[in-house]
């Protein structure tokens, strides 16, 4: 009967096998449509499967009295792929975990559990092979902890018995994992049903059934079972039918291995991955099965992934990952004494690029990425190209290659536009080009231009920020490009861009614009501002002052105004000064001058300096005395000037001088007034008097007086008019009156004309008769005369005449006389038969003079006439005038007896002229010459001391004084200020010209050298008292202490590439000049360095630089009023030294430690240099980054493979570039595993997962950290899945940054900031996020100097205060 059982299953199995051939037919027919070698589908389909088992419960039930459904045990699993090529990453939906098929008892619970790979996340279905619904106690859910799709069948019955299929499906295909569920009856489940069935049994009288449906029973039933089943059914032969079951174990064991699907043949190409599959029944799960190729035995656990041996169900499959031509052969799977054989072929095709190579457009500071895919792996190495220069792995560069060995990939980042070109990539003879393009990012003004007012001759900035320092820049005003124009004055550093203009003038307002460019963008930026220039204005502060010089001596105009910006023009005649030999245009700050060396005639005239809103003017003058010939004095001084009566006389005096002299003639002292018949001519070079109808009277001194400011000259003379001379003199006195004899006597002429009187003649008449007749004359040396032709008693009168040789005189006179009469008588008679004409009018009195003058009186003073006339003065008649008028008002009501009267009633401020008459009983006399005109003005007193005398300003060659005019005495037209040098005695006038103003600016002095100076009031009425300033004054500018422009971007930190200039460059203002010295590290300077030095600034410069001369620099500033010192700490970097001395050392298994020596130039770099650790296995030319951002000596790599060798290179890194590489010198070869620990088989253990929300155990605490130092936050955290870390400060991810460096593992997230600056200071926030939430984290960073008492004692506090709260 067994026989018969095994026979029925075989025949069933045969067909089945067939059926089996049907769908690997049909599957290689998928298969060779989809041409995806991981897509494949099982080999026994589910649904023939379900029918088979099916087929079998129903022979067993015909066969059998025992209710059990299902009782033969299904597991199957099928994939069907429906995409083509799955991108990367996607996958068909797989079975991490193979189900198991149950078996239970009515009444108990069932539960399948799935567990579901695949992306897109697919979705899971479970049915019923049967076609028939789950039952209302079936519930499917999915486990969130586990991860698992489960069904449960509660209250277990047995028509839930059936095979269950577990569908998980995406849009990439579906698999199908198909399980039975075996349900056996229950005894105990329903007393009641027992109760019925004996009944029914008693009433049928079953009977027992036979061996061979005995075996069909216990077939299906657990071991443990069948005593049980056997006794319920009534069979007593328990031993018999274990002893037959037995026998049928043995048969069936000879199938122990039934192969449902052999081994087939494939050809693959190279570096492709390929399966081996074949589906096997196998009555045992744990035979052992053993892959070879050819007689080799594969040892599938070293391969390092080359073999992968996999199980799905009863698909067992060999993976071969990138095969080659070495892998072509025959593979064997021996299970148990079956041995099943394929055989590989693999073709070696042509190594080609799969990637398309078109141009690449990456924005800038992004990172560009190139990828290329060979066609298949090769040792040949990859070299990247870019401008025909070897790429190679640095900060900008990353290299990698892909875990199939099949993709290259380059990461060039930040890039910049020099990145742009053609990049190559060459392996073997195969050579691509690819294109990068960079696409700018737009320039943005982070500070745009502001419009901007200054005044005229301001300086004015003009300037902005760019967000980028790459720029070209161009400067426009108005629309037309100044770049080129030396009016400006451009700055760039760094992103700021500014034009600063000097001076402004009007001509400068207008609309400035800057405008950036870049390479590479055709864009254009541009930011505007608008300058105001407010016309600036200016007032006189101290005037010019006319100036009179003589001939060839130096002059000066000064003028000062109120603001040293404003500049003004000098102009003469209303013309403007240009280029004047011997003439200098000086301007120092305020004081404008105009210096003549030597002032010559062509330099006289008006002056005008004009400044916008102040103008002066002053007179320039020659100022030479009057001078007359010599000569021509000598000659005129010789001898008269004779010139005959009623003739012309001239008087020509020739002279020189300038401003032209007053000319002033005068005869006998008297000033000559113009009439008709006096003339005085004037011309620029001399002068002339000219005497018309000369008389007699002319005859006297002529004196020519010329006076000018500069002085006086005087020429005298003497002019003789010759005419016949005056009569004789007196009245004849007659010494004898005879009857025979008249005898007379006379005086001489008092004028003998001008000549000799050579004779007297003597002329009478008879009384009665009108003719006169001469009757003798007399030489001149007798004045008697006889006259002895007389007749007694005959009357006669007598005249006399005095002769020259010009002619005769006018007669004089006699009374008639009688001959023979006594001379008593003759006068007696004479006096009273005839009116004698005697007396006569006096003379003329003297000029008036004019002395004790106030404002409404003076006194008027006079000498008597020379001649009374022949009688007494009676007195004198004055008469005054107002200067230009013809009226004349008498003074005296009554004769003046005196010759001087005090006039009063004047009007204040009016010019009188006086004259005098004399009066006698004959008359008036003729009027004396007019007086001088005078001013009826009170007399001015002399001023007073000048107050406040003080030094205003002082420069290195002049020095600027101020004062306060005197409160005593009059008015001051003028002051005199006079210089004298410390080492001199005299003193010196500033000007030659009294000082109009009261401040004055003394030019020209010697710098450093002391001035005493003293300055007086004077005007009309003298010259005040001198007063003296206390002590001298140095010639230099106000004493200022040492002290630093901290406003010209000094910079105190300055890092600098060897071997490029080091160029310090400080100004300071001081006063006097500084004594400067440099130090460097506390010690003077005296080495490669160039030292510059002026009056405000000091440069240090050494034109190639070295490390050595890195250090503190100091400038230190001294003079008279105090020291200033200031630092500046300098970096000279370069490419760091390579480390020295590499050691390795395997203390742990898969890990090396290497450790070396510090390079030098780590510790000096402040910029976070660091080293970069590298690894390369001896089978490829590639390094690979082990660690980036190590600062120790000392670092542990993990990861080795056992049995593999590797060399190890260490790089130094700093702010300037890569050091050279320190590499092994011989790889190192990694220990392999010991057989003890490759025997050893550990039980895996599966935890479970579990998911939690991301949550902080312990957060960040808030840092102080010092200026230099490192900072090193961390915290720690839980939560599954791992959740990703993100770092910010404020606003701004600093995760990718490569300033800082940041580690997550074995929740603990760290944050490292190297080398902490100001700033680094600021709020950092941790951010943790998985699929169930975030969580976030912050801390406060300060950074502090070493000196920043005032925040540690805060900080102290604060910490105190937190110890209290605890």
């Not at 064997?332 to 693999?346: C, I």
Request: proline letters at 5%; hydrophobic letters at 35%.
């Amino acid at each position: 009967m067994a026989t018969e059982l095994l026979q029925a299953t075989g025949g069933r199995m045969e067909q089945m096998e067939q059926h089996m051939g049907q769908v690997r037919q049909m599957s290689d027919m998928q298969m060779s449509s989809s041409s995806t070698s991981s897509t494949f589908t099982s080999s026994m389909s589910s649904t023939k499967l379900r029918k088979v088992s099916q087929g079998l419960s129903r022979t067993m039930e015909e066969h059998s009295g025992v209710q059990c459904k299902t009782s033969a045990v299904v597991e199957s699993c099928s994939q069907v792929q429906k995409s083509l090529h799955l991108p990367k990453g996607e996958s068909v939906p797989d079975f991490e975990e193979k189900l198991r098929p149950i078996t239970a008892q009515e009444g108990d619970n069932a539960v399948f559990k799935a567990k579901v790979t695949g992306n897109p996340q697919p979705s899971v279905n479970w049915e019923r092979a049967s076609g028939c619904p789950l039952s209302d106690a079936t519930k499917s859910f999915y486990d969130n902890i586990n991860n698992q799709h489960i069904l449960k069948i509660k209250n277990l019955t047995l028509e839930d018995a059936d095979v269950y299929k577990c569908i998980a499906s995406n849009k990439h295909g579906e698999s199908t994992y198909s399980i039975s569920l075996i349900v056996t009856e229950n005894p105990a489940l329903d007393f009641k049903k027992m109760l019925k069935k004996r009944s029914v049994e008693k009433r049928e009288e079953k009977r027992p059934p036979t061996e061979e449906e005995m075996l069909k029973i216990l077939a299906g039933a657990d071991k443990k079972d069948y005593e049980r089943i056997c006794a319920e059914h009534g069979f007593t032969d328990f031993r018999g039918i274990l002893k037959k079951l037995k026998e049928m174990k043995k048969q069936v064991e000879v199938e122990m291995v039934r192969v449902l699907k052999p081994l087939e043949d494939i050809t693959a190409t190279a570096d492709t991955s390929i399966v081996f599959d074949t589906i096997l029944e196998l009555k045992d799960p744990n035979i052992r099965m053993q892959w070879f190729l050819g007689a080799e035995l594969l040892r599938v656990q070293y391969s390092h992934g080359k073999y992968e041996v996999k199980q799905m169900g009863t698909k067992h499959m060999l993976c071969i990952s990138s095969v080659s031509l070495s892998d072509t052969g025959t593979y064997t799977l021996q299970v148990g004494d079956k041995r099943l054989s394929a055989r590989l072929t693999v073709i070696d095709e042509p190594l080609k690029f799969l990637s398309d190579f078109k141009p690449k457009k990456v924005t800038e500071r992004q990172t560009a990425t190139f990828e290329i895919r060979l066609s298949k792996k090769t040792n040949t190495p990859l070299i990247w190209k870019v401008k025909g220069k070897e790429v190679k792995r640095d900060e900008k560069f990353d290299v990698s290659l892909s875990e199939d060995g099949l993709t290259y990939t380059l990461k060039i980042k930040d890039v910049k536009v020099s990145d742009t070109g053609d990049y190559t990539i060459n392996i073997g003879d195969l050579t691509a080009t690819v294109p990068l393009f960079i696409e700018r990012i737009p320039i943005k003004f982070t500070s745009h231009f502001k419009n901007v007012r200054v005044q005229e001759r301001g300086k004015a900035r003009l300037e902005c920020e760019m967000s980028s320092k790459d720029v070209h820049i161009r400067w426009l005003k108005d629309g037309c490009d100044i770049t080129a124009s030396r009016r400006y004055i451009f700055m760039r550093e760094g992103k700021r861009a500014e034009v600063i203009i000097e001076e402004c003038e009007l001509t400068d307002e207008g609309e400035y614009s800057v405008i950036c460019t870049q390479d590479n963008d055709a864009n254009e930026y541009v930011t505007s501002a608008n300058l105001t220039v407010d016309e600036r204005f200016a007032s006189v502060k101290s005037s010019m002052s006319d100036a009179q010089c003589p001939t060839g001596s130096p002059a000066e105009l000064c003028v000062v105004l109120d603001d040293e910006k404003v500049d003004g023009v000098w102009l003469k005649d209303g013309v403007e000064v240009s280029e004047l030999r011997g003439v200098q245009v000086v301007k120092q700050g305020a004081v404008h001058k105009l210096i003549f060396s030597g002032v010559t005639d062509t330099d006289e005239g008006k002056y005008t300096f004009r400044a916008k809103g102040a103008e002066s003017e002053a007179v320039l003058t020659i100022a030479d005395p009057p001078e007359m010939d010599s000569s021509v004095l000598d000659l005129l001084g010789a001898r008269p000037v004779t010139v005959k009566a009623g003739q012309t006389a001239t008087i020509k005096i020739p002279f020189k001088g300038k401003p032209p002299p007053k000319i002033t003639w005068y005869k006998d002292g008297v000033e000559v007034m113009e009439d008709e018949r006096n003339k005085v001519e004037r011309t620029a070079d001399g002068t002339s008097l000219v005497l018309s109808r000369c008389v007699r009277e002319d005859s006297g001194a002529i004196m020519l007086r010329l006076k000018s400011d500069c002085g006086t000259a005087v020429a005298n003379l003497h002019l003789n008019v010759i005419d016949h001379p005056k009569p004789p003199q007196g009245k004849v006195e007659f010494l004898e009156l005879s009857g025979k004899i008249v005898k007379m006597k006379w005086k001489a002429p008092r004028d003998n004309g001008g000549k000799q009187v050579t004779s007297f003649v003597i002329e009478r008449r008879t009384a009665g008769k009108k003719s006169w007749t001469r009757v003798g004359g007399v030489d001149s040396s007798t004045i008697i005369f006889s006259d002895d032709k007389v007749e007694e008693g005959q009357a006669y009168q007598y005249r006399i005449r005095a002769v020259n040789a010009e002619g005769m005189s006018d007669p004089l006179e006699t009374e008639e006389v009688r001959a023979g009469e006594p001379v008593a008588i003759q006068m007696i008679m004479s006096s009273l038969l005839f009116k004698c004409p005697y007396p006569e009018p006096p003379g003329t009195a003297s000029q008036p003079q004019v002395s004790n003058i106030t404002k409404d009186s003076m006194t008027v003073s006079w000498t008597p006439p020379a001649h009374d006339g022949g009688a007494p003065v009676l007195g004198y008649i004055l008469e005054r005038r107002k200067k230009g008028s013809n009226m004349w008002l008498q003074v005296n009501k009554e004769l003046l007896t005196d010759t001087k009267v005090m006039v009063e009633g004047l009007v204040d401020d009016v010019e009188y002229e006086f004259r005098v008459t004399s009066v006698n009983r004959a008359g008036a006399g003729s009027a004396s010459t007019i007086s001088n005109a005078v001013l009826a003005k009170d007399p001015t007193r002399a001023p007073g001391l000048v107050r406040n005398l003080c030094v205003s300003d002082s420069t290195n060659s002049s020095i600027s004084l101020r004062w306060t005019p005197p409160e005593q005495g009059d008015e001051p037209s003028g002051y005199i200020l006079e210089v004298r040098p410390e080492d001199a005695k005299e003193w010196t006038k500033a000007t030659k010209i009294p000082i109009a103003v009261t401040a004055f600016n003394v030019g020209g002095l010697q710098e450093q050298r002391k001035y005493h100076f003293r300055i007086r009031a004077v005007n009309e009425g003298g010259v005040g008292e001198p007063i003296e300033l206390l002590e001298g004054v140095p010639a230099m500018p106000p004493p200022v202490s040492p002290r630093f422009d901290l406003q010209g971007k000094l910079k105190n930190q300055m890092v600098v590439r060897a071997g490029s200039a080091l160029c310090i460059h400080l100004s300071f203002t001081a006063s006097p000049t500084p004594v400067v010295t440099w130090f460097k590290d506390d010690i003077i300077t005296a080495g490669r360095e160039v030292i510059t030095k002026s009056q405000n600034h000091s440069q240090f410069l050494i034109s190639t630089s070295q490390r050595s001369d890195s250090g503190i620099y100091r400038v230190h500033l001294k003079n008279d009023n105090g020291e200033a010192h200031y630092d500046v700490t300098v970096r000279v970097t370069d490419f760091p030294r390579p480390p020295k001395n590499l050691g390795l050392e395997e203390e742990v298994p898969s890990t090396v430690t290497l450790q070396w020596d510090h390079t030098p130039d780590l510790a000096d770099d402040d910029e976070g240099a660091h080293y970069i650790i590298l690894k390369r296995d001896t089978s490829t030319a590639s390094w690979f980054t082990v660690a980036e951002r190590v600062f120790s000596n000392k670092y542990t790599v993990t990861g080795l493979l056992p049995g593999r060798k590797y060399y190890f290179r260490v790089i130094a890194h700093n702010s300037i570039g890569d050091s050279d590489p320190l590499d092994s010198k011989e790889p190192l070869i990694m220990a392999k595993e010991k057989e003890c620990i490759r025997s050893l088989r550990l039980k895996v253990y599966d935890s479970k997962p579990r998911q939690v929300k991301p949550t902080f155990l312990l957060p960040l605490k808030d840092h102080a950290v010092r200026r230099g130092h490192d900072c090193t936050m961390s915290c720690a955290y839980q939560g599954m899945p791992t959740p990703q870390a993100c770092w910010y400060k404020g606003e701004s991810k600093i995760s990718d940054s490569p300033r800082f460096w940041h580690s997550t593992a074995n929740g603990v997230c760290t944050l490292v900031i190297p080398t902490c600056g100001a700033k680094d200071s600021g709020e950092y926030t941790l951010v943790l996020e998985n699929p169930l939430g975030t969580a976030k984290c912050s801390c406060n960073l300060v950074i502090f100097d070493k000196d920043d008492n005032s925040l540690l004692e805060s900080l102290t506090k604060q910490a105190n205060k937190e110890k209290l709260i605890l």
